[in-house]
Structure formats: C-alpha cells, structure tokens
C-alpha cells in the first residue's frame, strides 16, 4: 500500500466519521412542531406482521393501524360501544339472520363504491378455508352472505347467534377489484379514514388523511406507527420528544415519567383479566374447600397496590372485567381471611403435620408484572400453610402443558379475554370438555349453552349471573384482578387509552390551546 | 493453494450443516408451535387442521430432512408471523443491517488505526501517548448495551439531537453504528497496537530509518506488516458485530436482521428463527473464510506454503 493511497483511506475515514457526529446535530422533530402540523408518531411494541386484516388477531398492532386504512360494517368506539361505520343501521331479521343497510357515500380510496356485493366478496373470502386465514375461526358461525339490493345484505349465521355486530366490528372489507391486482399482505387499499403512505416492514407504518373520506372527518392528518421493541427504548423515545403515544412499558417506569410535566400517563383496566386457573380435574384442587381457601389466602389489594402501583383494582370474583356485557355487579369477591383460609385448609384435611403441596407454573416474559404477582401470590398461600413449588416456563411450554399435555399443574397464572367483550366467550374457556377447561361443572356449562344459545335477551342474561354466581362459588380459579394497561402520552394530545387495546389514529387530536402556545 | 481453499470450504459446510441442525433441535422440542398461533378456544380439530397444513404432524425426522432440502434448494416455508416465505422477510431486513453493520466496522477499524498509530508514535520527549487508550479501556470494560443506553440517555433525552430510535432520519444511523462500533473497538485497537509495536521493533525499521526514510514512511511500512494479526481479529469481530446488532437493533429499534431474530424467537415463529439463523450463521461463516483466503494476498508467505 503506497504512503497516499493509505493516508486517503484515514482521511476519509475520519470525514465520514466528523460527517455523521455534525450531521447529527441537527435538533430532532418535537411534538409542537408535529403539533402544528397535525402529525402523529406512535410506538408499536412489536412489528406489523402483515396488512392483510384478515389474516391476524393483533388487536394492539396489527389491526390498529388497519382499522385506519380499512372500515368495517360496525365498530366499537372508544366508548366500547358499537356504532355504524359502513352499515349505518342493522337489525335482526330473523333468529339466524340479520340485515345491514349500508351507506351510500362509502368509497375506497380509489373511488370504487362499497357495496352489498363487495361485502358478499369478503365474507366469502373469509370462509374461504383454503386461504388459511387467522379471522377465519373467529366466524365459525357464520353461515353466508346474500345481496338484497346493493345497499343491503343479509348475513346468516348458523343457529342464534347474537355477538354477530360485535365480532363484525374487526373484520375489515377489501376491495375485490383491488386485491385482483395487488398483494394485500404487503399492500392495502380501503375505505377507512386514512391511506397507505409507505410501509417499512418491522420499521414504520405511515398513513395520511384520505381527503376524500365518507365519514367523520378526522383530526391527525398524518400518522408514523414507529416499532419500538424494547420497553425502555419507548420510555426515552416519549421523554426525548420522539414519541407522541407508548403503551406497555413496566410498572417501575410510571414514577419516572409522572415527573415530566408536559407528559400524561394513564393507567387502565383492560378487557383481560388475571387469574390463577386452578386443575378441578386432578390434585388437591378438586376439592372446593381448598379452592376456597386459596382465594381467601390471597391479599389482592396488597398486589395490585405495591406491586401495580394501584393501578387496578382487584376482581370481584367474576372471570370478566366490568366492561365485559354479563359481567355482574351483585357477585361479592372473595375478601382476604387467612383464618377462614386455615380452617377451610384443615377441614379439608390438611395441617401442620400434613402440609398442602402444590405446584405453580407462571409463563416468563408473557404478561404485565406476571412473574412479580405469582411470587406474592406464592408467599401469601405460604403464609396459611400451603407449600408452593413455582416454576417458571417459556410460553411455548407452557401453552403445551396447558393444552396438548392436559397436565395443567394445580395453579398457573394466566390471563383472559375476549375480542366481543361478551361474558360468554370466556365462560366457554370454563365449560366441561373445553380444551381450555379444567373444571367439569355440568351447572355451570349448562347455564353457559343456554345463554349463547338463547336470543331472548333476559333469558340469556339471567343464564349468565347464573354462571357467574356459579363460577364465584366454586371458584374454578383465583380471583385476581383485570390486568392493568399502561399508557403514557404528550399531555397536549387529546386522547383517552382504551381498555379494548384498540390504538386509533382516528380517535385522536391535538389540543388547541397548547398549539397556540407553540406557535 | 487450491487444496487450502478446499479444505476451507469443507470446513465451512461441516460447521453451518452443525450449527444449524442444533438450532432446529432445540427449537423443535420445545413445544407445539401450534399451540401459540391457534386463538383461545379452538378445538381439537381446529389445531389438528393446522397443524397438517404447516406441516407439523409429521416426524422430527421427516421435518429434518425436508427443512435441510428446502433450504439447500433456498425454499423457507412461511413465516408464522408474517405469512410470507421467511427467507423474504429475511432478505427485507438485510439492507439495513449491512448498512449498520458496515458503517460500526469503518467508523471502530479507523477509530482503532488512529488510536493505535497515536499511542505507538513517540512524541518529541520521547514518550508515548497513552491517554487514548483509558477510552478503550473504558468501551471494554462497559457492556455495550449500556453504552447504547447512556448513549441514548445523553444525545436523545437531555439533548435531544439524535434520534433514537428508527431507521426514518439519515441521523438515525449514529448512535446504533457508535455503540456497535464500541463493541469491536477495544480488541481492534489492542491488537494493532501491539502488532504495530513489535513491528517498529523488527531490523526491517530500523534499517529503513537507517537509510534514512521519514518517520511516516516507516510507520507506513510497520503498518502493513501488523495488518495480518489484525485482519484474523477483524474476522472474528464481524461475528461479534453480528451478535451485536441483535441487541443493538432491539435498542434503538434498528429494523435489521438482529431484531427480527428476537422477535422471532419471542413469538416462537421456528420457520422464520430458522432462516434467520441460516443467513447469520452463513454470513460469519463467509466472512471468516474470507479472512482466512485473504492472508494469502497480505503473506507471500502463507500462499506460497500451499
């Protein structure tokens, strides 16, 4: 190597290296500015992993930025109520059927009408069980669609089957001009309130304001779904301005952001609730008076006081949060009486001589604070005489034990919910020979068919305070309580967090006094 | 020569068929992925349905062989997560580890060049200047996770002029390439330190001062001859600048290669795990065979042995 040639390569090196230290000195965008340009940028925990909303579950990815880009028949605001979209009135026409009347003014983005044969198309695309689709199962009981006129169709389902608007609510229509000529898994074109600007895979998601929309007009005009997969990577990003909204972040850093002014954070009950399952099939837990004890053992406001910052509150012993349609505010939980534990223990059988022994498995790494709350629920059946053995195991394994194994152990931490908010879904994970159930309760599965069954609405709800009164008593699980969502927000964005995990563009604005502030 | 590349080449077959058989095994006992990817509720036949439709009803060793001959073939079935063939998800991200990877490799080998030629020159009173070297010694002894987070903490948070996390601004780039760079920084600028020492201690550099050639020239000459250590070490940081991006990506939300392996495996999506693992295990694999055909190009030597 001759002496320039050498000496070329260090100079340049060095210049690119000064290159990029001054070129980054450049102040980074900050929310007034994205403020006064109605702009948005939101975290993502995990990548979006297709833009095909029918082929995923994801409520908190996936179908969050689809639900931007896409519209469905109805959909729940950010009340939990369902509300039009693009039928603006449904009703039930018959016990297995039910007509939506749709808007005239629905249009995708490239001005092609949304119309009753268009939604026929969908539904036959979802039952399509060739194509393999993840919303496919959810629509088990759908039977057809059929075109009346163009702006109405029926949808048939096979038997009573009243959640019908509220599983609608996630499922999305396609164009079917448009998905003959484009790949929907990398692509999208809808009839929601924004359009596909560019899609990074495992990057970013950008959208911007359809001009041209149908609806109600939105605020955002322009929204960056940033993924951000590390927690403490999405706590910085908010506090150094580059994040408007994050979500799931550790319980530990909600002090650390409560003491910077211009941030808001939010605590919520989710939809999902947290429980101890307990195997009524084999083990000490087929005994009731010991699924009794176990709940009165367990001091759940000192959990979720200490250990989730009292961000939620504990579970009147129901298997579904408040939020849930059948969830019912006369059942009484199980207070906290280690006595009444002791001697429900004794009578039971069990002593100081003759210790209950018990097996727990928690999954590592799946839910909020998981393996924190099953060490003090561990330590606290310690303290009535019941040895714990815990083990932590990778959810892989976990779910096999769970459901291909049948060997759930006597206690396992998990959480549950379900996407139509109604009580009987969940209460079907409970019902005798469910492969989720460990629990045969012919009362209780009884009470469960007969209220997703029935259409008369007072039979069915009184089919469900029966199963969920049913369900308190003999304690299929350990109350805990509904897991809790964190939030945290600029303060100047107007924007409430939602229990359903729904993450909506469309929802938010910016406040406008701060944005004259900034000006 | 022939017989040197050869052989080399074997070598690395031997070692990726190894490496990726032991991915596959402990992937695949580890649970029922169907399990994780059917929503709550499904039955029995459900799960069966699709299990058979990916594939997993057959035997360990059936799924053995039929992953070693699509892959041979470059067929990877489909992501679970993305529903697309997992070498494409793969290949989407590569652009930008490269780009990550290359940027952390100049930016530690010329850092390394400066710092080692600037401790090694003796100064007019005729003492080395060492104090460069606490900065090495600082990058070694701190993980470099945490130098991205301080790094994040000072130039993101309490400043706020770089980005920290995304691949959206042309300054994302700086803090992830620093931190990466930080990783092979230390052993780089050990080992060309020393090299370059032991070479202006060789007869050939006195001879050329002798002869009367600047201070600059001999150095030249010195640092050609310390190159052939250097490279070997550099062959074996680019496996530590692979490892690194996994952790580094995650950090500063970099969307490359590194990250979609955690994503992969926290989501248990094996077919996706399994490509992605190839193409690293591949890449180290070429890089090292690289490094060991180019000390024949840099040693006379070692080419006319063969």
Redesign the interface.
């Known amino acids: 190597?001759t002496?320039l040639s050498?000496r070329s390569v260090?100079i340049g090196?060095?210049f690119?290296?000064v290159a990029?230290?001054t070129?980054?000195?450049?102040?980074?965008q900050?929310p007034a500015d994205r403020a006064r340009a109605d702009q948005v940028v939101i975290?993502l925990a995990?990548?979006v992993?297709?833009l095909?909303p029918m082929?995923t579950?994801t409520t908190r990815t996936d179908l969050s930025v689809l639900s931007s880009i896409y519209s469905s028949l109805v959909e729940r605001g950010p009340d939990l109520r369902l509300r039009p979209s693009v039928a603006s009135t449904w009703e039930q026409v018959a016990p297995d059927r039910w007509r939506f009347h749709l808007n005239s003014a629905a249009r995708f983005s490239d001005g092609t009408p949304l119309d009753a044969s268009v939604v026929a198309w969908n539904v036959a695309r979802l039952q399509d069980t060739s194509k393999?689709l993840?919303q496919t199962?959810?629509f088990s009981q759908l039977a057809g669609a059929e075109v009346v006129d163009p702006l109405t169709v029926d949808l048939s389902t096979k038997g009573p089957w009243p959640a019908l608007p509220d599983a609608l609510s996630s499922l999305y229509l396609l164009s079917p001009d448009w998905v003959a000529s484009h790949n929907p898994?990398?692509a999208a074109m809808g009839s929601g309130p924004y359009e596909l600007v560019s899609y990074?895979?495992?990057?970013?998601v950008e959208l911007r304001a359809r001009p041209d929309y149908w609806g109600d007009a939105v605020s955002i005009r322009e929204v960056?779904f940033?993924?951000?997969?590390?927690s403490?990577?999405r706590v910085?990003?908010l506090?150094?301005?580059?994040?408007d909204v994050i979500s799931d972040f550790e319980p530990s850093d909600i002090d650390r952001l409560r003491t910077d002014r211009s941030l808001e954070v939010n605590q919520i009950d989710t939809t999902r609730m947290a429980m101890m399952n307990l195997n009524s099939i084999t083990g000490p837990m087929t005994d009731v008076r010991v699924r009794r004890a176990v709940n009165y053992a367990v001091d759940k406001k000192a959990i979720t006081d200490n250990l989730l910052k009292g961000s939620v509150s504990p579970s009147p012993g129901q298997l579904v949060t408040p939020l849930y349609s059948g969830y019912d505010d006369k059942i009484v939980g199980y207070p906290y009486d280690p006595d009444l534990a002791r001697s429900l223990l004794s009578e039971a059988g069990y002593g100081p001589t003759n210790p209950l022994r018990v097996d727990l498995s928690v999954p590592t790494?799946t839910y909020v604070a998981g393996e924190l709350v099953v060490q003090a629920v561990a330590q606290q059946l310690e303290q009535v005489g019941i040895e714990v053995n815990t083990r932590s195991l990778?959810?892989?394994?976990f779910?096999?034990n769970?459901?291909?194994e049948r060997a759930m152990p006597d206690l396992q931490y998990m959480t549950?919910a379900?996407p139509t908010l109604a009580a009987d879904?969940v209460f079907?994970?409970f019902t005798a020979g469910?492969?989720?159930s460990y629990w045969n309760d012919p009362q209780f599965t009884d009470a469960v068919n007969l209220a997703s069954s029935s259409n008369d609405d007072s039979v069915r709800q009184e089919a469900l305070a029966e199963a969920a009164q049913r369900a308190r008593d003999e304690a299929p699980v350990l109350f805990l309580f509904a897991q809790p969502g964190f939030y945290a927000q600029t303060a100047a964005l107007e924007w409430k967090a939602r229990p359903d995990d729904w993450l909506r563009p469309a929802d938010m604005s910016w406040s406008r006094s701060v944005e004259e502030g900034a000006k | 020569m022939t017989t040197f590349i050869l052989r080399r080449v074997g070598v690395t077959v031997l070692v990726v068929w190894g490496a990726l058989s032991a991915v596959f095994l402990i992937l695949r006992i580890s649970g029922d992925p169907v399990l994780l990817m059917a929503p709550p509720g499904s039955g029995e036949e459900e799960l069966a349905a699709l299990r058979t439709a990916l594939g997993y009803d057959r035997s360990l060793f059936v799924q053995y062989l039929s992953f070693f001959g699509d892959a041979l073939r470059g067929h990877f079935p489909d992501s679970l997560q993305f529903q697309q063939p997992a070498l494409s998800v793969v290949l989407e991200r590569l652009p930008a580890t490269f780009m990550l990877a290359g940027t952390a490799l100049v930016l530690g080998t010329v850092c390394a060049a400066l710092i080692a030629v600037a401790t090694v020159r003796p100064r007019k009173n005729g003492v080395e200047r060492e104090w460069p070297m606490s900065f090495v010694y600082l990058t070694q002894a701190v993980p470099n996770f945490y130098i991205g987070v301080l790094l994040v903490w000072i130039f993101g948070v309490l400043l706020g002029v770089l980005p920290t996390s995304g691949a959206g601004a042309p300054t994302s780039i700086v803090l992830p390439a620093i931190t990466l760079a930080a990783g092979i920084l230390p052993q780089l600028t050990r080992v060309f330190r020393t090299s370059l020492r032991a070479e202006l201690g060789k007869p050939y550099t006195r001879t050329g001062t002798a002869l009367g050639m600047g201070p600059r020239r001999v150095l030249g000459h010195a640092a050609y001859g310390a190159l052939l250590p250097t490279v070997t070490v550099l062959g074996l940081e680019a496996g530590a600048l692979l490892g690194g991006t996994v952790i580094v990506e995650t950090v500063f939300s970099w969307p490359g290669v590194g990250q979609l392996a955690i994503s992969a495996l926290n989501n248990e999506d094996f077919p996706l795990v399994l490509a992605d693992l190839t193409f690293l295990i591949l890449v180290f694999v070429v890089i090292n065979l690289v490094v060991d055909l180019s000390y024949g190009l840099l040693d006379p030597r070692v080419r006319h042995q063969g």
Do not use: F, H, I
């Open positions: 190597m002496e050498r260090l090196g060095a690119v290296l990029a230290l070129s980054g000195c450049v102040s980074t900050q975290a995990s990548a992993t297709t095909d082929n579950n393999g993840r199962s959810n898994v990398t990074a895979p495992g990057a970013s960056t940033q993924t951000v997969p590390s403490t990577s910085s990003g506090l150094s301005g580059e994040l790494g990778t959810y892989s394994v779910m096999q769970y459901l291909k549950l379900w879904g079907r994970l469910n492969s989720y």
